[in-house]
C-alpha cells in the first residue's frame, strides 16, 4: 500500500487523502503531532499507539483539544485491495475503517561518514550547514537528510543545488 495509501508525509499525500478516515502510526511524540497536523485534511483522524497504553499528559491535551481518536490496540495487518488500504486489522480491538495510514517513527543517520570527515553535529543528529550548505570540515558539503530537519526530496533537491553552486565558487578560487 505504500505509495498509494500509506505515506509518511502529510504534505506531499495529504491533500490526495483529504477528506477519508485517516490513521497514524508511530513513535508517540511524532505520531501524535502528525495526527494534529492531518486534521487539516481529514475530521476523521485516529492515533494508533500500537501498545502503548498511556499518552503523556501533554500528547493526551492535544489529542482531545483536536477530536482525534486514540486507539491503543496492537496493528496485526493491512487490508485493502488494489493497492489501496480498506481497513486496519488491529490485534484487540475491532477493525479500523481507514483509507490513508501516515507512518512517524522519525530519521536517524545510520552514516558515520560526515563525523569521519569532522563535521559538526545540530541537536537532532544531523549536520550542521551554513546557508549554503558547507559543512565546517575542508571541502565538504551535505545536503538531504543528512542536513536540517526536513525530510522532502524538493528540500533536498534544492539543497544540492546551493551546495552545487557553492563548491563550483569555491573551485574557481582555488
Given amino acids: 500500500f505504500y505509495g498509494t495509501?500509506?505515506?509518511h508525509c502529510p504534505?506531499?499525500?495529504g491533500w490526495e487523502a483529504r477528506e477519508t478516515p485517516m490513521a497514524v502510526?508511530?513513535?508517540l511524540k511524532n505520531a501524535v503531532?502528525?495526527?494534529?497536523?492531518l486534521k487539516t485534511w481529514s475530521g476523521n483522524v485516529t492515533l494508533l499507539t500500537n501498545?502503548?497504553?498511556r499518552l503523556q499528559p501533554r500528547d493526551q491535551q492535544v489529542v482531545d483539544a483536536r477530536g482525534i481518536r486514540v486507539v491503543t490496540s496492537k496493528v496485526h495487518r493491512l487490508e485493502g485491495s488494489k493497492g489501496r488500504l480498506e481497513r486496519i486489522i488491529l490485534k484487540s480491538s475491532p477493525p479500523l475503517d481507514c483509507r490513508a495510514l501516515f507512518i512517524s517513527y522519525g530519521y536517524d543517520q545510520h552514516s558515520d561518514l560526515?563525523?569521519?570527515l569532522g563535521c559538526a553535529f545540530t541537536s537532532k543528529g544531523v549536520a550542521r550547514t551554513n546557508k549554503f550548505q558547507y559543512a565546517g570540515a575542508p571541502g565538504v558539503y551535505v545536503a538531504g537528510d543528512a542536513s536540517k530537519d526536513m525530510q522532502m526530496v524538493i528540500v533536498a533537491a534544492a539543497e544540492g543545488a546551493k551546495a552545487g553552486v557553492a563548491i563550483n565558487m569555491a573551485l574557481q578560487q582555488e
Avoid: H, I, N, P
Fill in 11 to 13: 504534505y506531499c499525500d
Fill in 5 to 7: 495509501s500509506v505515506f
Fill in 25 to 27: 502510526l508511530g513513535k
Fill in 114 to 116: 560526515a563525523r569521519q
Fill in 51 to 53: 501498545g502503548e497504553k
Fill in 33 to 37: 503531532a502528525l495526527s494534529a497536523a
